[in-house]
């Protein structure tokens, strides 16, 4: 059984996870929107890969018998700049949930919560991952950003990107 405050805060992170999907969704639009549709592609599979986790937080708050709680989702930002300001905007991002897992995992420990420590550890290890993968790609495209043919090769590259729901996180809930 979750205690109150474990539970809450598990909620507000599959909040936090639903809203990262909606970020990476808007950015998404904005690339297609620009003729990026490369970049359009690998932030809507970031976006899919965010909507996962927030499926892990909804299926492990109900699997300890707690109750889920959908709230509100915030609006993000519609338009960035430039390509290298959104991957910017994702790496702030990725560092800001990061933050929260941590404080996640330090009220799990207060309240002596194993399996939710427990199931935290993926998503530390997770979150180096997605905090290297945006700091790479951040890089990248700013490299290329005052370049048309260097940034279509980028974009390119970035449509290559792939992802299955299923094959990595198994079937809905
Ligand atoms: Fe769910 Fe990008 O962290």
Redesign the pocket.
Known sequence: MLKARVEEALNQQLNE?LF?AYLYQAMSADFQRKNLPGFASWMSIQAQE?MA?ARKFYKFILDRGGKVQLKAIAQPQAEWSSPSAAFAAGLTH?RH?SECIHNLYAVSEEERDYPTRVFLHWFIEE?VE?EATSEEWGEKVKRVENDPSGLFAVDKEAATRTFDLVLAFGPAA
């Open positions: 996870e990262s965010e986790h990725e949930i979150q997605e």
